[in-house]
């Protein structure tokens, strides 16, 4: 069969079930599950893999599940990424009321969207026209939340990266992959479009405890030593260097206090900061974090307390492979039209999919479907079909044009692909970055 035969197969059979994918996302939405919690999501692509006759690897990562369709001979092997996790919004009309944790971002759409690629492929009997094979992966803890708690997990050796798709790297979940195919949801106006070709900012994370000396806040506050004091004039030394970062650096530094001292009658001793310092280049990154660490020691210093500041691995920047961004693009604007697909900018939020793409040939495009602010109250997947079956379209096609002409393209992009990290170096590589 031609490339095209191939597609039109693999669309109808993601359409016939697209009311299944569509409760699926849905699902997923009602149940949000922070970062390395998504049990009960892991379930429910376990039981849909099972369903599909796949064989799959779960508890990868504590939740991550992995299935892999094998094609017709040695060839390439693509994966297709879903994130399990959810945001923390407590004002969100649909957050969990315990745990605060919704589905703000999108998630939800993008293991819906991957288990529609398997759907795809699995009923449309095409793997026997393709070499290689397809890695579907359900990935956890994209969102890099709740730092303390992954700091227990990692002090008690659960994992080592604070992200899901670090620890698939590290556990060596991406040594049998080429290349990664996802996509992520884009909120804002309610319209059809498709984003290509962007990047994003990476970031280190910084888990920061400032140490004083407790007393009695009201008879005797001379007596103390205010870390809370320290902590703020380190927030205002922050500030003051922003003006010293360069636009096209796109640094940003966002800290929050998560622990601001134990009872007001006493002198603040042990107060805790958590922040990234994101910027677009590695260089930039480690730049700015050194001025930051600068300030947060000034302001400790100070008041005579002492600061503690925990370096710990972020995500590395985002680059789309072109190629392939150029395959996806073509795909989807046989699907929605030329006008619909825009080139992208450069993001600064910040994923783990950089990870992925510093080590092998990745593609990240943003799909609309979406209205409301990412990753706040009012969020939604507006447009179902945007949300959840034109992105399982889209990657499937993509998929097929590079496996297509004994994966042609796949050679090709792999063979010219440069990393910026060799596979077996990632793990040394971030430790001489935060040490």
């Not at 923390?88 to 999108?106: F, W």
């Not at 659960?158 to 992200?163: V, W």
């Amino acid at each position: 069969m031609s490339a095209e035969e191939l597609k039109r197969k693999v669309r109808k059979a993601i359409r016939k079930r697209a009311k299944e994918i569509t409760q699926i996302g849905d699902q997923i939405f009602r149940h949000p599950e922070l970062g390395f919690k998504e049990f009960e999501t892991a379930k429910l692509v376990q039981r849909t893999f099972k369903g599909l006759g796949l064989p799959y690897e779960s508890d990868i990562a504590i939740t991550g599940v992995i299935a892999n369709l094998e094609g017709k001979g040695k060839g390439p092997t693509i994966s297709v990424m879903g994130e399990l996790d959810s945001v923390l919004c407590y004002s969100h009309p649909y957050a969990d009321k315990t745990t605060g944790a919704v589905h703000a971002c999108g998630h939800n759409a993008q293991i819906a969207a991957m288990l529609g690629v398997a759907m795809g492929f699995v009923d449309a009997r095409i793997m026997n026209e393709l070499p290689g094979a397809i890695a579907f992966m359900a990935v956890p803890a994209e969102e890099y939340v709740e730092m303390e708690y992954r700091l227990r997990l990692r002090k008690d050796r659960k994992i080592r990266f604070l992200g899901g798709k670090q620890e698939f790297i590290r556990l060596g979940k991406m040594d049998s992959v080429d290349m990664t195919v996802k996509h992520h949801t884009r909120s804002g106006k309610s319209e059809r479009k498709v984003w290509v070709a962007g990047t994003n900012n990476g970031f280190v994370g910084k888990a920061i405890r400032f140490k004083g000396r407790e007393a009695h806040a009201g008879g005797a506050p001379d007596r103390g030593i205010n870390a809370l004091n320290a902590a703020l004039l380190g927030i205002m030394g922050i500030h003051t260097l922003r003006e010293t970062f360069k636009d096209s650096d796109h640094i940003r530094v966002h800290p929050i206090i998560t622990r601001g001292g134990d009872l007001v009658n006493i002198v603040p001793a042990d107060v805790r900061i958590e922040t990234y310092v994101r910027g677009k280049t590695t260089d930039a990154i480690l730049k700015a974090s050194r001025k930051v660490n600068r300030a947060l020691k000034s302001g400790a210093t100070t008041v005579g307390a002492k600061v503690e500041i925990e370096e710990i691995p972020g995500y590395l920047p985002m680059k789309n492979e072109l190629e392939m961004s150029k395959i996806f693009g073509e795909n989807a604007k046989r699907l929605l039209g030329k006008a619909a697909v825009k080139q992208d900018e450069h993001k600064t939020g910040s994923t783990d999919t950089g990870d992925v793409s510093a080590i092998m040939p990745a593609i990240e495009p943003s799909i609309s479907g979406a209205t409301g602010t990412g990753h706040g109250s009012d969020y939604k997947i507006a447009d179902k079909e945007m949300g959840y079956i034109i992105p399982a379209e889209l990657m499937a096609m993509t998929v097929i044009d590079l496996l297509w002409d004994d994966a042609a393209n796949a050679h090709r992009i792999i063979k010219t692909f440069k990393p910026e990290v060799e596979r077996k170096e990632y793990v040394r590589y971030w430790e001489r970055l935060v040490h």
